[in-house]
């Protein structure tokens, strides 16, 4: 039986200890390292040649799940990337798989589920819980919002909770202005209001 190589990457050391726990009596699997940054986890991988990287999405103020795991997927050999995380935001799944991730799960999916995940991703399987498979079908036939590179400053500014003659003020246009690029956004993205413009526009990766 071939022991599968793994890498634990998490910002929590409890975390990782109990991810540790959890593959120790596993004949197959062997964690042969820990980070707690993204840099970390590529010089790591560098060295050890993992053949799973099972990652976090957030991973405090450096690289986070997304960018490490496209880090790690330029790599030669290429350790497959399965993300585990407490996230499940459409946008930073659909993330995470384009960015070459082979799985996504969350800290709450049973502890075989996670070991078999480690298992079918090291055979080039995508691993996803049949309801994540369902969102990400959806969402990738889903059409594509696509906002102007000014409705996208608006909307930024948005977000930050900012008023419409603070964001004129901002970008320097007049609240005229600003309330045709809202009225516009709230359009494209089929909202009323300005929270539900931003949450929308964060659910969809926009922001």
Not at 1 to 16: A, C, F, K, S
Not at 188 to 196: A, N
């Amino acid at each position: 039986m071939m022991t599968l190589r793994v890498l634990l990457v998490d910002d929590h050391p409890i975390v990782r200890a109990g991810l540790r726990s959890l593959f120790t009596p596993t004949a197959d699997v062997e964690i042969v390292g820990e980070a707690a940054t993204g840099e970390e986890a590529i010089a790591l991988a560098r060295h050890l040649h993992p053949d799973v990287v099972l990652c976090d999405l957030r991973l405090g103020d450096g690289m986070d799940g997304v960018q490490t795991t496209e880090a790690l997927r330029t790599l030669d050999p290429a350790p497959a990337v399965v993300i585990l995380t407490t996230f499940d935001r459409d946008a930073e799944i659909l993330g995470a798989i384009e960015a070459g991730a082979a799985g996504y799960l969350l800290k709450d999916s049973p502890s075989e589920q996670i070991v078999a995940a480690i298992r079918n991703a090291a055979a080039g399987q995508l691993v996803l819980s049949p309801e994540l498979t369902a969102r990400m079908v959806q969402v990738m036939r889903a059409p594509r919002v696509k906002l102007t590179d000014r409705e996208l400053d608006v909307l930024r500014q948005l977000e930050t909770g900012a008023s419409n003659r603070e964001i004129a003020k901002e970008l320097f246009v007049t609240e005229a202005t600003v309330k045709t690029h809202l009225v516009h956004v709230f359009d494209k993205l089929g909202v009323d209001s300005r929270s539900r413009a931003v949450a929308v526009a964060r659910d969809t990766g926009l922001l």
